[in-house]
Each structure stands twice: as structure tokens, then as C-alpha cells.
């Protein structure tokens, strides 16, 4: 492989593993440190407190056991690829709760982050290019007052405005309730576009900001080194110099960046997936803290441990092949 060792490469894999480890070895003690106990919240959901239909959950859970078979019972579980039965929802396996939710995270998660980028790459671009313009200042101080915003506060502003008040579109679900079941796909297509457009908006604007003054900070550090001043005294256009020369460059800091954020989608957005009720893994995660289910709890995080870790050891291969400078070892 371009400029990557097989030392480094094998190096890699360990420390991924390593991380990997670390990661799910907190997921598994994390729930159990929240307090409180599963067996006894259903008991008290479900059978007014009973002591001995709680006894009768921890037995049937495994709660009962000690800690260390817990967590051996636990990593052997997921190496067979097993992720346990929900509490929450009993006698369906995580994997199918996890399976039904991810696709709705995925689509309003990557959609905006892969949108967000793209603005945030052409907007910090122009902005370092008309530095000390008004449009410059419209961007920088337009992107610091977005920041200073609360994640959640956007989302709700957009739903009271576009959602309430002009009712323009949905304001919950991922798609209306009581479809037909032989409606044309287009139709479907539609109905899932509509109900995304605000969860996807909110996330934008939440993103945009700091993407795009890492942009043309980058772009400005660019034009400050010394092949983009030997480029000039030859004559070469502005648009040249930052075609050929800035803004690959200037874009490669932002590449970590966007894997790493490509890898955390899976975790969904839980404030955006809460407030629009949008059927996610963020929402699923909230549900079952609230609940108490140590599976499904373990089973979200899980799959995001192992998205987040898979996206950056994905970074570190592919760097070299777009910064020929890198070399791996």
C-alpha cells in the first residue's frame, strides 16, 4: 500500500482493537452505574413493586449472577454477535431494535454531514478569499452567533417556525401514521424526504458554523506559506493558486474531521431525534436509559464504538493516498 508499512498497518489494527476493548468495557459498566436496578423498575412498572416478581426478572436477566460472569457472559455474546433481548421490549433482540432504527439515523445524520461540508468548504473558501470584506464579516460573525446557540434551541425554532406556525412540514415521526400499504414508492419516497427536511435543516445550521470558519482559517494559513508566495511573484492567477495549490491542502485537515463525523453518525443526534420524536438511534438510546435496558443501552453504544473506531482507522489509511506527503511507518 501507498506510503502505509505492514509495521504500521499491524500497529494499527492493535491499537484499534485496544480502543475497541477499552470502549466496550465501559459500555458494560456504565448502565449498571446509572443506579437503581431493571428488575425492580419493571417489577414497580408492572406488578406494583412484587419483591418476588423483581427476584424473578434478575434471575431470568442474569442479574443475579456476579459482576466478572456478567461481563465474560457479555463479550461472548457479542463475539457470536449477539446482543441480548431487550427488557424494555421482551423477547425481541436488540439486533432487530438497533436494525430498525439505524436506517432513520442514517439518513438524516449523513445526509446533513455530508451537506453541511460541502457549504461550510464553499463558504469558508470565499470567505478567505474576500478576507476583511463584508461578506467575510457577515460569515465569521454570522457563524459565531450560531455557535453560541443551543444545539437543542435550533431545533425547536425551526419546528416552531416552519413546523407551527407555517406548517409547511411535519412536525414528528419519520412518516405518517395509517399509510396504506400499496401507496406508489414515489409517494413513500416523498412522505420520508418531507418528514426529514427539518431534522436534517437543524443539524445543518448546528454544523455549518464551525465547519466553515475551520475552512477559511485553514485557506488563510494556506496563503501565508511560502509556495503560495513564490506562486504569486510568478503571476498566477488567485483562482489557480487556490485550485491547484490552497485548497487541497487547505482541505485536508477537515478530511479527519468528516470521517470522524461519518463514524459518529451512527450515533444519531438524541437532542434533534427527541425533540422532532424522529425514530432513531438517538431516541432509542434515550428510551432505553430511561427504561433501564441494559442490552439495548449496551447494543446501541456498542455499534457506535465500533462505527467510530472502523471510520478513524479507515482515516489513517486512506491519508496518504490524498496527502502523498504522509508516509506511515
Given at each position: 500500500?501507498?506510503?502505509?508499512?505492514?509495521?504500521?498497518?499491524?500497529?494499527?489494527?492493535?491499537?484499534?482493537?485496544?480502543?475497541?476493548?477499552?470502549?466496550?468495557t465501559?459500555?458494560?459498566?456504565?448502565?449498571?452505574?446509572?443506579?437503581?436496578?431493571?428488575?425492580d423498575?419493571?417489577?414497580s412498572?408492572?406488578?406494583?413493586?412484587?419483591?418476588?416478581?423483581?427476584?424473578?426478572?434478575?434471575?431470568?436477566?442474569?442479574?443475579?449472577q456476579?459482576?466478572?460472569?456478567q461481563?465474560?457472559?457479555?463479550?461472548?455474546?457479542?463475539?457470536?454477535?449477539?446482543?441480548?433481548?431487550s427488557?424494555?421490549?421482551?423477547?425481541?433482540?436488540?439486533?432487530?431494535?438497533?436494525?430498525?432504527?439505524?436506517?432513520?439515523?442514517?439518513?438524516?445524520?449523513?445526509?446533513?454531514?455530508?451537506?453541511?461540508?460541502?457549504?461550510?468548504?464553499?463558504?469558508?473558501?470565499?470567505?478567505?478569499?474576500?478576507?476583511?470584506?463584508?461578506?467575510?464579516?457577515?460569515?465569521?460573525?454570522g457563524?459565531?452567533?450560531?455557535?453560541?446557540?443551543?444545539?437543542?434551541?435550533?431545533?425547536?425554532l425551526?419546528?416552531?417556525?416552519?413546523?407551527?406556525?407555517?406548517?409547511?412540514?411535519?412536525?414528528?415521526?419519520?412518516?405518517?401514521?395509517?399509510?396504506?400499504?400499496?401507496?406508489?414508492?414515489?409517494?413513500?419516497?416523498?412522505?420520508?424526504?418531507?418528514?426529514?427536511?427539518?431534522?436534517?435543516?437543524?443539524?445543518i445550521?448546528?454544523?455549518?458554523?464551525?465547519?466553515?470558519?475551520?475552512?477559511?482559517?485553514?485557506?488563510?494559513?494556506?496563503?501565508?506559506?511560502?509556495?503560495?508566495?513564490?506562486?504569486?511573484?510568478?503571476g498566477?492567477?488567485?483562482?489557480?493558486?487556490?485550485?491547484k495549490?490552497?485548497?487541497?491542502?487547505?482541505?485536508?485537515?477537515?478530511?479527519?474531521?468528516?470521517?470522524l463525523?461519518?463514524?459518529?453518525?451512527v450515533?444519531?443526534?438524541?437532542?434533534?431525534?427527541?425533540?422532532?420524536s424522529?425514530?432513531?438511534?438517538?431516541?432509542?438510546?434515550?428510551?432505553?436509559?430511561?427504561?433501564?435496558?441494559?442490552?439495548?443501552?449496551?447494543?446501541?453504544?456498542?455499534?457506535?464504538?465500533?462505527?467510530?473506531?472502523?471510520?478513524?482507522?479507515l482515516?489513517?489509511?486512506?491519508?496518504p493516498?490524498?496527502?502523498?506527503?504522509?508516509s506511515?511507518?
Open positions: 500500500m501507498r506510503n502505509i508499512k505492514p509495521s504500521y498497518f499491524v500497529k494499527r489494527i492493535f491499537s484499534a482493537l485496544l480502543t475497541l476493548w477499552i470502549a466496550l465501559i459500555n458494560f459498566f456504565l448502565p449498571r452505574m446509572m443506579g437503581g436496578n431493571p428488575a423498575f419493571i417489577a412498572q408492572t406488578a406494583l413493586g412484587s419483591p418476588e416478581y423483581a427476584e424473578l426478572l434478575k434471575q431470568q436477566f442474569g442479574l443475579d456476579s459482576l466478572f460472569h461481563y465474560i457472559s457479555y463479550f461472548a455474546q457479542l463475539f457470536q454477535g449477539n446482543m441480548g433481548i427488557y424494555s421490549i421482551f423477547q425481541v433482540p436488540v439486533s432487530r431494535i438497533i436494525s430498525q432504527a439505524i436506517p432513520w439515523t442514517l439518513l438524516i445524520v449523513l445526509t446533513s454531514t455530508l451537506i453541511s461540508f460541502a457549504i461550510a468548504w464553499v463558504l469558508g473558501m470565499f470567505a478567505a478569499l474576500k478576507k476583511g470584506s463584508a461578506f467575510d464579516t457577515l460569515i465569521v460573525g457563524s459565531f452567533y450560531v455557535q453560541s446557540m443551543p444545539y437543542f434551541f435550533v431545533a425547536m425551526l419546528l416552531i417556525w416552519f413546523g407551527f406556525e407555517l406548517k409547511w412540514f411535519p412536525m414528528s415521526h419519520a412518516m405518517p401514521t395509517g399509510l396504506r400499504g400499496d401507496i406508489a414508492w414515489y409517494t413513500m419516497v416523498g412522505y420520508i424526504a418531507k418528514h426529514a427536511f427539518l431534522p436534517v435543516l437543524s443539524l445550521v448546528v454544523g455549518l458554523a464551525g465547519r466553515m470558519v475551520m475552512m477559511r482559517s485553514n485557506i488563510l494559513q494556506i496563503f501565508s506559506e511560502d509556495y503560495i508566495t513564490l506562486a504569486q511573484a510568478k498566477l492567477r488567485r483562482s489557480t493558486i487556490l485550485r495549490y490552497a485548497l487541497r491542502n487547505a482541505m485536508l485537515p477537515s478530511f479527519t474531521g468528516l470521517m463525523s461519518l463514524g459518529s453518525a450515533g444519531g443526534a438524541i437532542a434533534t431525534e427527541m425533540i422532532y424522529y425514530p432513531g438511534i438517538g431516541l432509542t438510546i434515550m428510551n432505553a436509559v430511561l427504561s433501564q435496558d441494559y442490552p439495548l443501552i449496551m447494543g446501541c453504544f456498542s455499534i457506535i464504538a465500533v462505527s467510530i473506531v472502523t471510520a478513524n482507522f482515516a489513517d489509511l486512506i491519508y493516498f490524498i496527502d502523498p506527503r504522509v506511515l511507518s
